[in-house]
């Protein structure tokens, strides 16, 4: 048995024993996360078996920033979805408490995400180590003049009656301050984001299939630079292959142990 396996590392008998060891002897530790990490918090994410888009195309649609800007009836199903969101009432799971104790201890270089919830600033990791690439839903943008508002108080005009509440100053399209499909990602964060992987010494991909670029593209570019490379998730990645070590089981469960206090 022994003999069949290929590797070093598939025949470590506690990769997960092996990886709080690593996390404890790092130094930079760049943790990047996607939807899995907020499963938990009863947000569900996107392509999994329960994901919003696997169990409704057409919600796919209210993502894609053409079809928002151009069809006033995608809008309004975005604004009823808005309303009815989880993260409304979500609150941070277990595996965003690991984080904010990795950075308590010292080992946290940076979290980036492309989760728009922001339950790892809600958690206390701390805004200046906190990269949020795509953006966040608790906010609102005007397509029109670029005037930013809290979501909630566009979607108290929702609940008032409003189906597609334009911008109080220009009369413009409001849209949640997200990256959407089609839009481009902005400049400097992505660019923070891709300077910090740059210089991780421990790179932790969590809750996340790796498929989006250029988020995904951080992953190899660590590596590249000498940092280790460990995945959690439930679900295979799209780079498993380029991992040190790949820990497959629930985030809420993982990540205290290989990152808590
Ligand atoms: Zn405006």
Same mark, same amino acid.
């Given at each position: 048995?022994?003999?069949? !396996?290929?590797?070093?590392?598939?025949?470590?008998?506690?990769?997960?024993?092996?990886?709080?060891?690593?996390?404890?002897?790092?130094?930079?530790?760049?943790?990047?996360?996607?939807?899995?990490?907020?499963?938990?918090?009863?947000?569900?994410?996107?392509?999994?078996?329960?994901?919003?888009?696997?169990?409704?195309?057409?919600?796919?649609?209210?993502?894609?920033?053409?079809?928002?800007?151009?069809?006033?009836?995608?809008?309004?199903?975005?604004?009823?979805?808005?309303?009815?969101?989880?993260?409304?009432?979500?609150?941070?799971?277990?595996?965003?408490?690991?984080?904010?104790?990795?950075?308590?201890?010292?080992?946290?270089? @940076?979290?980036?995400?492309?989760?728009?919830?922001?339950?790892?600033?809600?958690?206390?990791?701390?805004?200046?180590?906190? =990269?949020?690439?795509?953006?966040? !839903?608790?906010?609102?943008?005007?397509?029109?003049?670029?005037?930013?508002?809290?979501?909630?108080?566009?979607?108290?005009?929702?609940?008032?009656?409003?189906?597609?509440?334009?911008?109080?100053?220009?009369?413009?399209?409001?849209?949640?301050?997200? =990256?959407?499909?089609?839009? @481009?990602?902005?400049?400097?964060?992505?660019?923070?984001?891709?300077?910090?992987?740059?210089?991780?010494?421990?790179?932790?991909?969590?809750?996340?299939?790796?498929?989006?670029?250029?988020?995904?593209? !951080?992953?190899?570019?660590?590596?590249?630079?000498?940092?280790?490379?460990? =995945?959690?998730?439930?679900?295979?990645?799209?780079?498993?292959?380029?991992?040190?070590?790949?820990?497959?089981?629930?985030?809420?469960?993982?990540?205290?142990?290989?990152?808590?206090?």
């Amino acid at each position: 048995m022994m003999a069949a !396996m290929p590797s070093e590392a598939a025949a470590d008998p506690d990769p997960v024993a092996t990886v709080r060891r690593w996390v404890d002897a790092a130094r930079r530790v760049v943790v990047l996360t996607g939807a899995g990490i907020s499963t938990e918090s009863g947000i569900p994410d996107f392509r999994g078996p329960q994901g919003v888009w696997t169990r409704n195309p057409q919600a796919e649609k209210q993502s894609t920033l053409q079809h928002y800007l151009a069809d006033p009836e995608v809008r309004k199903a975005a604004w009823r979805s808005r309303l009815a969101h989880p993260a409304w009432t979500a609150q941070p799971g277990r595996g965003h408490l690991a984080l904010v104790a990795l950075e308590r201890r010292g080992r946290l270089h @940076a979290l980036i995400t492309q989760n728009i919830d922001e339950l790892h600033r809600i958690a206390g990791n701390s805004p200046a180590r906190t =990269i949020e690439v795509h953006g966040t !839903m608790r906010r609102v943008v005007c397509w029109g003049c670029g005037d930013r508002m809290p979501m909630q108080e566009v979607l108290a005009r929702v609940r008032a009656g409003e189906d597609d509440p334009a911008c109080p100053r220009c009369g413009g399209i409001l849209k949640s301050d997200t =990256i959407s499909f089609g839009q @481009a990602l902005v400049p400097e964060v992505i660019d923070r984001a891709l300077a910090a992987a740059g210089e991780a010494d421990l790179l932790l991909a969590v809750g996340t299939t790796l498929q989006v670029y250029p988020v995904a593209g !951080m992953v190899p570019l660590a590596k590249e630079a000498g940092a280790r490379v460990v =995945i959690v998730n439930d679900q295979p990645t799209a780079l498993d292959a380029l991992a040190d070590a790949v820990l497959r089981g629930p985030i809420g469960e993982l990540l205290p142990v290989i990152c808590g206090d």
